[in-house]
């Protein structure tokens, strides 16, 4: 059984279309099937697809494949980025889709939008950590509606934790923009907010670095989804606090109020 059937793309020619980068509101998209791989596991490569394909502590989408000829469907349990491709998995069935199969590629939205709202909800408390505390994150990871963030933060304590989480809230019903950009590398490494979210461990070769801008609070190089304004968030509890470490803390918080749509 061929491993994978359909071209790679020729180095230089544009990749298909990846909407979550440009419209993280995209559910759906009509698409034709690139390419077909068996193993490890089924997987389908598309023209145009919305679902993103994990990264920056945010997991990937999961969703739907469906064929217009027959309305045939494949659930895709997770998708990945493999050499500049995203590659959806398929649950392993008897019949797999076929190269030029058309399809209607669509994402788990309430899953995602609220991926969507937890990853906002993150930045915006890296934003006000590193405004009120000039502390610097390091890392961080997501589920729908809990995420957690770690940072340079020798100063914090349990007496913090109702203050940070009362300025996240504060900052979340002011309804500050959430604005992406893809900047030439030069410009984004003028930039010194972006320094401090350790954009110089990003790969030497990178010719554009997209941003997210959480507009007069927060910006970093990010490549996840976002929702369009703060207040789509909603409101978030902070549920605990770790030390890593003399200096390294973890801060986790919920998602606990819906937030207006802006959808
Ligand atoms: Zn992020």
């Known amino acids: ?51 993103y394909p994990g990264g920056g502590g945010q997991p990937p989408d ?20 493999v050499d500049g491709e995203i590659a959806h998995e398929l649950e392993p069935t008897a019949a797999l889709a076929a190269v030029g199969d058309i399809v209607t590629a669509e994402i788990d939205w309430p899953r995602r939008h609220l991926l969507m709202r937890t990853h906002t909800a993150l930045h915006v408390l890296c934003g006000v950590v590193w405004r009120d505390y000039g502390a610097q994150v390091t890392g961080g990871n997501m589920e729908p509606g809990s995420g957690r963030m ?45 320094i401090r979210t350790k954009i110089n461990l990003l790969p030497p070769g990178i010719a554009e670095v997209r941003t ?33 470490g003399r200096i390294n803390k973890r801060i986790r918080i919920e998602l606990t109020g819906g937030g207006a749509s802006s959808a």
């Not at 996840?224 to 703060?230: C, I, K, R």
Request: charged residues 25%.
């Open 1 to 51: 059984m061929p491993r994978r059937t359909g071209p790679r793309y020729p180095s230089g020619v544009p990749r298909g279309q990846q909407l979550c980068y440009s419209d993280a509101y995209a559910r759906a998209v009509e698409a034709r099937i690139l390419a077909v791989e068996t193993e490890p596991s089924p997987a389908v490569v598309l023209d145009s697809t919305v679902f």
């Open 150 to 194: 770690d940072f340079e933060f020798e100063r914090m304590s349990g007496e913090l934790v109702g203050e940070i989480e009362a300025k996240v809230n504060a900052e979340l019903a002011a309804g500050r923009d959430v604005r992406v950009a893809v900047l030439p590398r030069d410009a984004a490494f003028a930039i010194p907010d972006l």
């Open 212 to 244: 997210v801008e959480i507009a007069g609070l927060d910006l970093q190089a990010d490549g996840g989804t976002h929702v369009a304004n703060t207040r789509e968030v909603g409101s978030i509890r902070v549920t605990g606090y770790e030390s890593k």
């Open 62 to 81: 999961t969703g739907t494949i469906t064929r217009m000829a027959d309305g045939a469907t494949w659930p895709v349990r997770s998708a990945r980025k």
